[in-house]
Structure formats: structure tokens, C-alpha cells
């Protein structure tokens, strides 16, 4: 499976952005599909994931009522919609795959897109 993120930029404070992964190799079907993201000197931080055949989502505290993970079959593609965007979000994001059920752990996904880098002005 090969993931290509795009989306990301530069973005005022209160902005939104539309971040988008393009799926392709195989097919996803029965993969969980997810984005993190990774601040400056930090971590991986899980943001939201989709199970692709059933649609359930997560999502982490931090973007609960902002962010929206959707999933477009006809095009392979999943999608992180932004909204109300802080200087907190300043991240690189990164879509992932892994087979069965999603996971908050990034470790545990096996296939990984480039990064896409959103940067929030305050």
C-alpha cells in the first residue's frame, strides 16, 4: 500500500484546511486508516482513524469537534477536514494503514505517507 498525504499550509488561527491521503497498491478494504501528527521535537500524537469497511472513527481529545475524518471510496482517498485551527495544530501530518482495527499506537501501522506540514499563525 503506498499513501500520498497532501493538504497541508499555512493557515491564521480560527482557518480551516482539508488534508487528504491517497490510497493505492491495493486495496484497503479491511484496513484501519489514520492520521498523526508530529510537532517539532515531539512525538507521534494520534489524531483520528477510520475503520474503512465499517466507517467507526476515533478521535483524540485534543481535536474532538474540530477535525473530521471521512473516507471516499470511489477515489481510495481519506480525508482530515480542519477547522477552527490553533497554533497547537502546527504539525507535520501523516496518514496510515494498518490491516483490522485501528490502533492509537503508531507502531502499529504498517504503511505510512510522506507527511504533510500544516503550519497555524497566531
Known amino acids: 500500500v503506498q499513501l500520498q498525504a497532501s493538504g497541508g499550509g499555512l493557515v491564521q488561527t480560527g482557518g480551516s484546511l482539508r488534508l487528504s491521503c491517497a490510497a493505492s497498491?491495493?486495496?484497503?478494504?479491511?484496513?484501519?486508516m489514520a492520521w498523526f501528527r508530529q510537532a517539532p521535537e515531539k512525538d507521534y500524537e494520534f489524531v483520528a482513524a477510520?475503520?474503512?469497511?465499517?466507517?467507526?472513527?476515533l478521535y483524540a481529545d485534543s481535536v474532538k469537534g474540530r477535525f473530521t475524518i471521512s473516507r471516499d471510496n470511489g477515489q481510495n482517498t481519506v480525508d482530515l477536514h480542519i477547522n477552527s485551527l490553533k497554533p497547537e495544530d502546527t504539525a507535520k501530518y501523516y496518514c496510515?494503514?494498518?490491516?483490522?482495527?485501528?490502533?492509537?499506537?503508531?507502531?502499529?501501522?504498517?504503511?505510512w505517507g510522506q507527511g504533510t506540514l500544516v503550519t497555524v499563525s497566531s
Open positions: 496510515a494503514a494498518k490491516r483490522g482495527g485501528y490502533s492509537f499506537y503508531p507502531g502499529n501501522y504498517e504503511y
Open positions: 477510520l475503520y474503512w469497511n465499517g466507517g467507526d472513527t
Open positions: 497498491g491495493r486495496t484497503v478494504s479491511a484496513y484501519a
